[in-house]
DNA sequence: CAGGATCCCATTCGATACTG
DNA sequence: CAGTATCGAATGGGATCCTG
């Protein structure tokens, strides 16, 4: 009894956990908006669609593997449309749906926040790391 | 040479990617609220300082490294302030600092649009998880 | 009670190669 | 050009034990 213990905390943690995130949409909306690429991908895209390759290139240092996951998990959220034209060679673009179009602006609020306060999260950043070399 | 340039492309890359993290405001700081737990403790923080020990019950499901972390990785943004009183024993206090208080609005308004849009991204979650099953 | 240190598993992500 | 599949490295995160 004792050796399943262990495990049975976990998986019970686990489903505690999971509870909670079926019921906090914050948690949903937070574990895709702040998925290291998607914020930068939205982004580019808020000027309108963009082709697969332009993405590509526009989020410098995205794999394309890591492109194409992120595309997909945004289309299967409802905040990006993906539009196949049959030409040949085919043309892919994606861009934002109506529901994207209403995160947007939070986005964007969130990247002025950013910027108008990188400076002091900067300047907290040095002085704790000095403050930590200095306590030896 | 051809058995270096994977490494090289590779380096290249990460130092693009580093530079563009290193000048791109909004990326640092999604990569800090975006993060797992920080949300989450941020929001129980919002009322005023909690205890670890509070912190822990209250934000269901986090390890007790992942507190002590993630409260670090706050604190050292200057996000957040831990407060330590000189008690028997020891009690110690986080709280939101100016700087963090001023991202609660942000926050706030994120969460009040997953709340009134959790709804539309679950529908399409299923339609597009449908459609994948149709599609065969 | 607060939290540092360690071990270890699961997931993430990138590089590469291949299909339509 | 757009996309899939696979493998390996890196990272994240949890359980456990231990200290002040």
Same mark, same amino acid.
């Given at each position: ?7 049975? /905390? +976990?998986a019970?943690a686990?489903? @505690?956990y999971? %509870? ?9 909306v937070?574990? #895709?908006?702040?998925d ?5 991908l939205?982004?580019a895209?808020?000027?309108?669609? /963009? +082709?697969h390759?332009?993405l590509? @290139?526009t989020? %410098?240092g ?7 996951q992120t595309?997909r #998990?945004?289309?299967?959220?409802g905040l990006?449309?993906r539009?196949?034209?049959a030409?040949?060679?085919?043309t ?8 994207? %179009? ?10 002025t926040?950013?910027?108008s306060?990188?400076?002091e ?9 000095g403050?930590m070399?200095?306590?030896?």
């Amino acid at each position: 009894m004792a050796t399943k213990s262990a495990a049975q /905390r +976990r998986a019970e943690a686990k489903i @505690v956990y999971d %509870a909670f995130m079926a019921t906090c949409p914050t948690r949903q909306v937070m574990a #895709t908006v702040g998925d290291k690429w998607a914020g930068l991908l939205l982004n580019a895209m808020a000027d309108g669609p /963009r +082709r697969h390759g332009q993405l590509r @290139v526009t989020v %410098a240092g995205i794999s394309q593997k890591m492109l194409t996951q992120t595309l997909r #998990t945004l289309e299967r959220d409802g905040l990006v449309v993906r539009t196949v034209e049959a030409s040949v060679p085919v043309t892919v673009t994606y861009g934002l749906t109506e529901l994207g %179009a209403t995160l947007m602006p939070i986005l964007r609020a969130l990247k002025t926040w950013s910027e108008s306060h990188i400076g002091e999260i900067m300047d907290a950043r040095d002085s704790y790391d000095g403050a930590m070399a200095t306590a030896s």
